[in-house]
Nanobody, 122 residues
Framework: QVQLVESGGGLVQAGGSLGLSCAAS????????MGWYRQAPGKQRELVTT???????NYADSVKGRFTISRDNAKNTVYLQMNSLKPEDTAVYYC????????????????WGQGTQVTVSS
């Protein structure tokens, strides 16, 4: 199967920057879409941004112009650069991999990392 391991995150002051990374491992041939979601206390998990293997990106309105997603297809790794952070960006950030082509002609969908905490102080 597929394992996603996130790194980065932590505590930063408002206006600061943080970077996250997420590496996927397993019997992976290719990953169609990777992305980041977040969940704040008492709220539902929400989309932050996604990127396809071809480089097409999608951002939540709340992070447009501040966050940048990128990926290294050869390393099955996705990155999230977060700038101009706000206290409302505080959440657990989850990495997601969807539409994964696996070995032996198999396909897998909707894999999640364990989450990494991002806290922005005012």
């Amino acid at each position: 199967q597929v394992q996603l391991v996130e790194s980065g995150g932590g505590l930063v002051q408002a206006g600061g920057s943080l970077g996250l990374s997420c590496a996927a491992s397993g019997s992976i041939v290719s990953i169609n879409r990777m992305g980041w979601y977040r969940q704040a206390p008492g709220k539902q998990r929400e989309l932050v941004t996604t990127i396809t293997s071809g480089g097409s990106t999608n951002y939540a309105d709340s992070v447009k112009g501040r966050f940048t997603i990128s990926r290294d297809n050869a390393k099955n790794t996705v990155y999230l650069q977060m700038n101009s952070l706000k206290p409302e960006d505080t959440a657990v950030y989850y990495c997601n991999a969807d539409r994964v082509k696996l070995g032996r002609n198999q396909k897998g969908y909707d894999y999640w990392g364990q989450g990494t905490q991002v806290t922005v102080s005012s």
